[in-house]
């Protein structure tokens, strides 16, 4: 049997769902692509804070309440950025830090979560274990990204929004901070969800408003 030796760094990130282009990410490497200083300083902010955060004292509890399980959510136009820094910080933490890291986008996580209530005896259970562990990644990683939350499919039955308030308020009740990615103003966010969803998100993340052009070719 033939066998390739994984270069260490790539083997690294096998298991967090972190896009391949985006693996190993640094803040170095985000601020010479240009644009977003401002957002760049909070993420480094928020990743050397991380341990004092995350703190508790020897009964088990939070040493800083407030700000316990706090994460942050990017908000702005598609192609600024987003996505590229969220994932940076799942890097540096993960690097530093050596935290259980997931991402996925929220409309996969969605479709995950329908398939397993759906799932009858017809379907391989190689399949349904794949979709448990994804799913139960989300739910328990010590830091996770939502990416695109906002571009899932909504139902009359809001099964992808009760999921969304449901989650976050299961991470944050857990101390597990959760990044979030959305095209959707906070005005949009009300409309497609709920005030209330809106309000807590206040309380469970930092926001930070992406501006400027994209970088992406053709979305101009």
Known sequence: ???????????????TGIPPRLRGLTFN????????????KKTRHFVNGYRAQQSKNWRGLP?????????????G????????????????????YGLAVYCARYSDHIERERKLVRA????DPEQISRWQYAVERVQWADVVLL????????TDSKFAEDTLERLLRQRYDEGRPTLITTNLSGDDWAARYSKPLRS?????????????ESYRRGDQ
């Open 1 to 15: 049997m033939i066998t390739t030796r994984m270069d260490p760094e790539k083997a690294r990130w096998i298991g």
């Open 29 to 40: 490497d985000v601020e010479e692509m240009g644009g977003q200083a401002e957002a760049v």
């Open 63 to 75: 040493t800083s309440p407030n700000v316990y399980g706090l994460g942050l959510l990017f908000a």
């Open 77 to 96: 136009q598609p192609g600024t950025g987003k996505t590229t820094l969220a994932a940076a910080v799942l890097c540096e933490l993960r690097r530093r």
């Open 120 to 123: 009858d005896q017809n379907v």
């Open 147 to 154: 990416d695109d939350v906002g571009h899932e499919h909504s």
């Open 200 to 212: 807590f998100m206040d309380q469970c993340t930092r926001r930070q408003i992406f501006t400027g």
